[in-house]
T-cell receptor, first 113, second 113 residues
């Protein structure tokens, strides 16, 4: 099955700086990569996703890049704000199924005011 | 809130007891998923339903676990003879079909003492 690795496990940034989280995946056929944000005690919420037919997608301060050759994808948060503090999970959907998400272990992001 | 609802939010039980959790998906979603999340890890897939049919069960789902979705609406997850290793957050999610609209609930946190 698909194996997703995520780095770093924790990330502390100064408010206004950028944060970058990187993930690698094992199944070269995987073609859909969502990112979830989970605040303490709350549900994981989809913040952005990317499909394998594009290399980059941006939504305001959040962007995701995908390198299919290297089998890695990254989340970029610019101009970080305190409300960006949360745990972020990357995930991958292999094409062999359209129901089972394989998650990374998560990155705890702390934005220092 | 018309999202995915889970009940209870927290459950503390003694080892050896049985517990049951409930998930109410978004009403028009015919797919329902259960995941387990342990501390410091991403969610891990347990099982999924399309309408009332349970279509896949992970090897993580031992014979002490059973899930049902009798009328294709709400679902229950029962754990019999709980063990300390069952302590985790149990997340439910639903989607209309496949990957799009995959929405998580806030989870049930189980503590086995």
């Amino acid at each position: 099955g698909e194996n997703v690795e995520q780095h770093p496990s924790t990330l502390s940034v100064q408010e206004g700086d950028s944060a970058v989280i990187k993930c690698t995946y094992s199944d070269s056929a995987s073609n859909y990569f969502p990112w979830y944000k989970q605040e303490l005690g709350k549900r994981p919420q989809l913040i952005i996703d990317i499909r394998s037919n594009v290399g980059e997608k941006k939504d305001q301060r959040i962007a995701v890049t995908l390198n299919k050759t290297a089998k890695h994808f990254s989340l970029h948060i610019t101009e970080t704000q305190p409300e960006d503090s949360a745990v972020y999970f990357c995930a991958a959907f292999p094409p062999s199924n359209d129901y089972k998400l394989s998650f990374g272990a998560g990155t705890t992001v702390t934005v220092r005011a | 809130d018309t999202g995915v609802s889970q009940d209870p939010r927290h459950k503390i039980t003694k080892r050896g007891q049985n517990v049951t959790f409930r998930c109410d998906p978004i009403s028009e979603h015919n797919r329902l998923y259960w995941y387990r999340q342990t501390l410091g890890q991403g969610p891990e897939f347990l099982t999924y339903f399309q309408n009332e049919a349970q279509l896949e069960k992970s090897r993580l789902l031992s014979d002490r676990f059973s899930a049902e979705r009798p009328k294709g609406s709400f679902s229950t997850l029962e754990i019999q003879r709980t063990e300390q290793g069952d302590s985790a957050m149990y997340l439910c999610a639903s989607s209309p079909r496949g990957r799009d609209g995959y929405t998580f609930g806030s989870g049930t946190r189980l503590t086995v003492v």
